[in-house]
């Protein structure tokens, strides 16, 4: 997502090291979830910073109270960034300091890097230059008591009335002159509203602690639920005056007057004020993510009103090359094509194509444990706390990250998935539109359904290994029930060579899709997505004409798995639980597969190693061969194990080269069981933890080059596919991309696509 589309900015917090450090990483954390995209911003070494990173959070927010941080107005940002602008520069420019050319030597004019807090002037004028509309604050500046005399009057009130930004604030500070703040506000033409939070008749401006000034609103905006006041006005208006008359006896005046102040009300108060500040603040982050979501939506809206010659003329007048008129006309012409297209009918406007994905489609969060130094504990996220973390977005889902990946080797490849009418479905068909895929295939859910967009989030350790993931695929699992309008078209006519299916859809469509995919001719790969739901495949419901249990080999429904080793467990023993191994026609072909119990364990371990047979691990996979004739286990930095039922006359039972890995030869020439092939691939790179980007995406990039491998004109032996899979797992394994943007390189490993 952009800053047209939902996202709201913060300025930096006033709130001592660490506490500051875990607010905003909280605020941040507010903003997502309420469907809005955080930009905290502050001054780090003299350049301007919109959108901090969780090291430069870190570093800002530990210079609090040092004598070289600034607090930062409008007419403080020249000077602050002068000091670090390159020695060419003859003339400050305020977007110099925001956009600074690539690779630019920062040797500064006085050698000074400083640090700084935007206040709500210095905050706007960044906002305006990122393209953000709205943002959140605690309280707003204002006309000091007695400023007739001093003309001591904040510059937050200037700005507010020639710079087009929306700021949410819980009013200026009780300790100003709040009737002749109105005044001010009102004559440079700034509108001032009030929300009522349930309140009847006539409501105050708010006092930043207290809800109540005794100043009437101009406006009010009867919208959101009540907030509960938290110090009452009363004891804020004894604690207010004695900060005044101390700030006067001490001569703070200026730009220390509202420090002073502020610090004598927390000393006053015990501490109580922080807390409100906190509160009010998160309210006001909260507040503003609605308005920004609620303005996008606006937004939107009106942009699918104008004809597409005048939306054309719109991105036209953007700035060039901005991510705005980018996303903006790419989201709007992408959901007008979806609605119109012939698949909503039930139809599928397309030629044939090579592979077809049916599964997931999400906005990823990968959260990584980033520890402060001073309080390493460990290298996992500690439970029932907040932890300091870096938060990546980006568009995911396992279906849509398999798609990703062999469109990127060259594959003609189609996504079948479904989204919710909202942020989060808009700027996942835009982005997959921007990543050259096609979006005809995706249903869109109307909002009076309540469908959500699927989204996902993970959270690694320091390795960015991955601890604990939240999934909420909800829209998968409540699909239409009407298959063949929606989909069974779709296959027929794509008649693709393969046909991907993920465990994320509900086991009666995900039966359908594998059923329907093996009638037109495709076939079936199963990747089992997670331990939950990877027992889905062995729970299949029955439809009027089949029945309930997965087909034996060769009328086997499934061609090839790609699980983990705890996926193949759990596979395993839903397959043992629903009496898979009891049946007869398995039987047939486990006796067929000529496997003695005599010496079978010296066997695997000399095929594998030791720990995977004592974890069951080859065992589990012979037994579901009958079933899957081809598994390929992932085992991380283990490598892959490789376990195939082989027809008779496959050219590997009499290879010389591929007899270390004949497990067995079938004797029985009347049936179709030739013998069992087991590889154990090693890892291909041992990747460093420091160069381990992110672990999400990596199995779902392995099955994508599989696959795009197997429906080559010419394709290579399995072998040598799983070593060219294991190197694209890599490639993504240090990728900040769910899938890496380098995997085009692997298309000359490969051989002629298409045809």
């Known amino acids: 997502m952009i800053s047209d589309e939902g996202t709201k900015l913060m300025e930096s917090t006033g709130f001592p090291y660490p506490d500051n450090v875990a607010l905003a990483s909280y605020l941040e954390s507010v903003v997502r979830v309420n469907g809005g995209v955080p930009a905290t911003i502050g001054i780090l070494n003299g350049v301007a910073r919109v959108g901090l990173q969780t090291e430069e959070l870190i570093e800002l927010t530990a210079s609090a109270g040092l004598r070289d941080t600034m607090k930062v107005s409008r007419r ?4 602050i960034c002068g000091l670090v602008l390159p020695l060419s520069s003859s003339a400050f420019n305020c977007k110099a300091f925001f956009e600074v050319p690539q690779g630019l030597t920062f040797q500064g004019l006085a050698g000074k890097k400083m640090n700084g807090g935007t206040t709500i002037a210095g905050t706007m004028v960044l906002a305006q230059l990122a393209g953000i509309k709205v943002f959140a604050t605690g309280g707003l500046g204002g006309v000091h008591r007695n400023g007739e005399s001093t003309l001591d009057i904040s510059a937050d009130l200037t700005e507010l009335g020639k710079t087009p930004v929306t700021v949410i604030s819980s009013g200026c500070k009780s300790f100003l002159d709040i009737p002749r703040t109105l005044e001010y506000l009102e004559t440079q033409g700034v509108g001032v509203a009030t929300f009522a939070d349930g309140r009847e008749g006539k409501v105050d401006f708010p006092a930043f602690y207290t809800r109540e000034s005794g100043v009437n609103s101009p406006m009010v905006l009867r919208d959101e639920e009540e907030a ?63 308005v920004a979501v609620e303005l996008a939506k606006l937004e939107l809206a009106g942009i699918k009103r104008i004809d597409r010659e005048d939306q054309w003329q719109i991105s036209q007048n953007l700035p060039s090359g901005s991510s705005s008129s980018r996303a903006i006309s790419s989201a709007t012409a992408t959901q007008e094509s979806l609605m119109d297209s012939p698949f909503n009918n039930g139809g599928f406007d397309s030629n044939r194509v090579d592979i077809l994905v049916a599964g997931s489609l999400a906005v990823d969060f990968s959260c990584d444990y980033a520890p402060f130094q001073a309080s390493v504990s460990g290298s996992s996220p500690q439970l029932h706390t907040s932890n300091p973390a870096i938060i990546t977005q980006r568009l995911g889902g396992v279906g849509n990250n398999i798609a990703t990946a062999a469109h990127r080797i060259g594959a003609d490849v189609c996504l079948c998935s479904v989204v919710g009418d909202d942020l989060g479905g808009r700027a996942a068909l835009a982005t997959l539109a921007d990543h050259g895929l096609r979006t005809d295939s995706i249903q869109v859910l109307p909002a009076e ?89 062995f729970t299949l419901p029955s439809s009027d004409s089949e029945e309930t249990q997965l087909n034996i080999f060769p009328t086997h429904l499934v061609d090839i798995t790609t699980p983990n080793a705890a996926e193949l467990a759990t596979m395993y023993s839903a397959a043992r639980d629903a009496e898979y191994f009891h049946r007869q026609d398995w039987w047939a072909v486990i006796d067929a597969l000529g496997i003695s119990s005599a010496g079978a364990r010296n066997k695997l371990v000399s095929i594998t190693n030791v720990s995977l047979v004592d974890q069951g691990i080859p065992q589990q996979s012979i037994q579901m061969l009958p079933f899957i004739p081809c598994i390929l ?79 080559s004109e010419r394709p290579l032996a399995m072998e040598r596919l799983v070593e060219i899979a294991q190197r694209g797992s890599v490639m993504t394994l240090k990728s900040k991309e769910a899938v890496s943007l380098e995997l085009g390189v692997l298309k000359s490993d490969l051989v002629g696509f298409g045809g």
Do not use: C
């Open 449 to 537: 359904t309540g469908m959500r967009t699927a989204q996902y989030m993970a959270v690694n350790d320091t390795k960015k290994d991955l601890m604990l993931a939240m999934a909420d695929m909800s829209i998968l699992e409540s699909v239409p029930e009407d298959f063949d309008h929606t989909w069974k078209t779709t296959i027929s006519t794509a008649s693709p060579k393969w046909l991907v299916v993920d465990a994320n859809w509900n086991p009666k469509v995900l039966r359908q899709w594998i059923s329907v995919g093996k009638v037109t001719g495709a076939k079936v790969a199963f990747e089992p997505v997670s331990i939950a739901k990877s027992a889905r495949l």
């Open 633 to 711: 286990t992932k085992l991380g930095p283990h490598g892959v194990l490789m376990t195939e039922l082989l027809r008779p006359g496959d050219e590997r039972l009499t290879s010389p080269d591929t007899a270390p890995y004949i497990l067995s030869r079938s004797l029985d020439d009347a049936t179709m069981v030739g013998g069992v092939y087991m590889r154990l691939f090693p890892s291909a790179e041992v990747v460093p933890d420091e160069l381990v980007v992110s672990v999400n995406g990596v199995g779902d990039t392995f099955l994508g080059v599989l696959i795009a491998g197997l429906v």
């Open 76 to 79: 403080d940002l020249g000077f």
């Open 228 to 290: 509960a006041a938290v110090i009452s006005k009363a004891e804020m208006d004894v604690v207010i005056a004695k900060a005044i008359r101390a700030a006067e006896e001490q001569g703070a005046s200026g730009k220390d007057n509202t420090p002073f102040i502020l610090n004598q009300i927390k000393e006053l108060t015990s501490g109580k004020s922080v807390k409100a500040n906190r509160a009010l603040i998160e309210s006001n982050v909260l507040r503003g993510t609605k």
